[in-house]
């Protein structure tokens, strides 16, 4: 068994595909109730970790346990536990909202006024349920991956797990689904695990994000102890009247002019220093016109680690073959 408040746990885990090695010996933890992020460029493994933590893969070495189970020795347990929405729609279009939901709602042994009402309940979480008896056929993306999201919260999961869930999807319905993933976790208390290539996404809604490259995990923690390991973050002060004079204290790193009535400050954590750079710059005579500060980005923390962009790296990817079913 594992300790309570693990949801998951990975140790050395490996998958190869003959001559390709996906997943190259990774290991990490996803504690109860977090949502717990993988980022990274296309071909990093992601999907492929996904698949071996939902049992539709078998990994080729290693130890993954998921709400309590090992996922190789106890893949039934594994599954009636969790929930997940894959990166291609896995609906049915010939069928309206109601009978996807009412299908695998059955598949989970759920029947009833119980399951009839749970579909009510959910198709006006994800704001469709004037749209439930429509057929599938004629949603948009975005009502798709809404509709998707809803039916695997249907048989009350522990563990969500979303592969790239807002990929493909305008800015507009990206936000939307963002909420969902919010309030799943804040309402229903649920684990949540997802996949994405999108920076500001893990950075959103990751408690705790893990950055893969070539199958391998290059760092983990929060968006902003993956950010400290760049390095410094920069305040700028634009001042009025008197030419600026550099301020000095020990909380501050470099300081020197840039322009004409512009300070920059070098320091450790921006939020922390504001406070302490406002009083000493009154100390100092300095009247302060303009505040602005800058902090790295992930996709700096990217290049921090790899030599490479991020984004840079997203375009060099493509869809193999083999993924398309
Ligand atoms: N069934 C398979 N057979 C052979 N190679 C595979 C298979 N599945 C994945 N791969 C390879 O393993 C590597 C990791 O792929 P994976 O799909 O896990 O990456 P990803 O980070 O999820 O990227 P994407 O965003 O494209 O899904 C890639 O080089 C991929 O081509």
Redesign the pocket.
Known sequence: MIDMGEAIVVENLVKK??D?T?VNGISFTVKEGEIYGLL??????????IHILTTLLKPTSGKVQVAGFDAVRQAAEVRKRIGIVF?DPSLDNQLTAWDNMYIHGMLYGLSGSELKKKIDDLLEFVELKQYANKLVRYFSGGMRRRLEIARSLLHEPDILFLD?PTIGLDPQTRVKIWDYIMAIKKEKGMTIVL?T?YMDEAEQLCDRIAI?DH?KIIAEGTADQLKSLVGNEVIYLKLDGVPPKCLQADFIENCRVVADSTLELSVRNASAALPKVFELAEANGLKIREVTYRRPTLNEVFIHLTGRELRDSLEE?F??P??RW
């Open positions: 595909f003959k390709v996906a990274g460029p296309n071909g990093a493994g992601k999907t492929t970790t990166q790239e996949t290539h893969m199958g990817g869809r193999p083999h993924r």
